[in-house]
């Protein structure tokens, strides 16, 4: 008997008309099926005018459309490929089967475990992680997976977790794995919860089963007597940049003298990060219009910074020589060759080659007394500090920065700007002195 063709729905992306926080909007994807209309969400959110509708992809406007947009056609081809070799009848039931599975495996056969690593995967590549915040969540996971090994339950699956397990895990955290943390135990369940509350969302189990659960963190004491140097940022004042200038001077080690030049390029552009400057090329710097634009390698955020005269004769420097001049990095940090895509391998030359000038800035620190470790990190702040404390506007100096919000800004130097303001204060509130002197009685 001759198989029955059938049609085969087309799905289609749109955009959510719910807004987030950052006016942005979530992207669907959404198949008709006998009359039944079955949608999904994808998780990646963007702003509306960044969505084309009628070419169903991000715009390039939006910084993450590449990777948005390979994980909307790839996730639309394995639909359709499913449906394309499905035996039997297509119904609103079995598509809702294929778009409840993240890799087309059925989910009642998919282990807790595997539907975490692909959540997991999938945010990374829709471009909402780095691959460091992945590899992260991924090295959290499979110690979970270790966990549930250890217990006989590897193949549990997402229905059959419950508080009694999470709470016999964070135990296992602390008093097996020795973990003394509770922030960074706490840090250890969230990629776990986040992929609980997308197959909630999804409808792959019970919203009011998973609530509970992602609530379930270590209770984290508060400190009877706050440490005041804890959360103090640190940096170095006008007369410690000169004193460094000075070591400079008088430098005869030829490679810490190029690592001084590093941290005061960095302090004299903005407190540009170690991986900006790490991945730094000569087509990112305009000599003409005195500016400095590429794409950060954190946020993947564009950045224009304007160079003054003292980041510019570092720069003319490293161009007169001409092993830099004739190479693709300014810095000579990388290879020309070096695949910078390869995320894994550049994320551990970043941490190989921060290490190393962290090492002997340290060194130069002690022999100028600097009461804490001098690293790269040190320029950054520097430079924000003198900028607030020399009157810079937040906004101004959070676009230099690079941060992706205002707030972030506030947040790190919320102690600087506090004393900003008390300054400001007392100099813009001078007529209060113009007025009597009120006779108390």
Same mark, same amino acid.
């Given at each position: ?98 778009? @409840?599975? /993240?890799?087309?495996? &059925? %989910?009642? =056969? ?5 539907? $975490? ?113 804890? @959360?103090? /940022?640190?940096?170095? &004042? %006008?007369? =410690? ?5 000075? $070591? ?194």
């Amino acid at each position: 008997m001759a198989r029955k063709i059938q049609t085969i729905p087309r799905g289609t992306y749109y955009l959510h008309n719910r807004q987030d926080s950052h006016d942005r909007r979530q992207i669907y994807i959404r198949y008709y099926c006998r009359g039944k209309q079955i949608r999904r969400r994808t998780g990646i959110y963007v702003l509306e005018k960044d969505w084309d509708g009628d070419r169903q992809q991000v715009k390039p406007s939006d910084r993450n459309a590449r990777h948005a947009n390979r994980f909307l056609k790839e996730n639309l081809n394995r639909i359709e490929t499913q449906l394309l070799s499905c035996e039997k009848e297509i119904t609103p039931t079995v598509i809702e089967n294929i778009l @409840d599975g /993240i890799s087309g495996k &059925k %989910t009642e =056969d998919k282990t807790l475990v595997q539907y $975490c690593h692909e959540y997991n995967d999938m945010r990374y590549r829709a471009g909402y992680c780095t691959y460091r915040t992945y590899e992260n969540k991924a090295s959290c996971i499979n110690v979970f997976a270790k966990y549930l090994r250890s217990k006989g339950r590897e193949n549990l699956g997402i229905d059959g977790i419950d508080i009694a397990l999470i709470d016999d895990y964070i135990s296992y955290r602390f008093e097996t794995l020795g973990n003394k943390s509770p922030e960074g135990v706490n840090k250890t369940l969230v990629p776990i919860y986040k992929a609980l509350e997308y197959a909630s969302d999804n409808g792959l189990v019970e919203r009011a089963k998973i609530l509970p659960l992602t609530r379930r963190f270590v209770p984290v004491k508060k400190k009877r007597y706050a440490d005041r140097d804890a @959360d103090e /940022i640190k940096y170095l &004042k %006008t007369n =410690d940049i000169n004193r460094l200038i000075d $070591c400079y001077s008088h430098c005869g080690r030829s490679r810490t003298k190029d690592f001084l030049e590093i941290w005061l390029f960095s302090y004299y552009a903005c407190g540009l990060r170690i991986s900006d400057i790490l991945t730094l090329e000569w087509r990112h710097i305009d000599f003409n219009d005195k500016i400095l634009s590429k794409s950060q390698y954190k946020t993947g955020e564009n950045i224009t910074i304007p160079l003054n005269d003292n980041a510019l004769d570092i720069l003319a420097k490293w161009q007169k020589n001409p092993m830099s001049r004739h190479n693709r990095y300014v810095f000579r940090l990388m290879e020309d060759d070096f695949d910078i895509h390869d995320e894994r391998k550049l994320l551990m030359r970043k941490n190989s080659i921060t290490k190393t000038i962290n090492t002997s800035l340290i060194t130069v620190g002690t022999r100028l007394s600097i009461p804490f470790h001098l690293t790269m990190h040190v320029a950054r702040h520097s430079f924000a500090v003198a900028a607030i404390n020399n009157g810079m506007d937040i906004k101004i100096l959070s676009k230099l920065m690079g941060h992706t919000t205002v707030m972030t800004t506030e947040k790190v130097y919320a102690k600087v700007l506090s004393k900003t303001i008390s300054r400001e204060y007392m100099k813009k509130t001078s007529f209060y002195s113009k007025t009597k002197k009120m006779k108390m009685e």
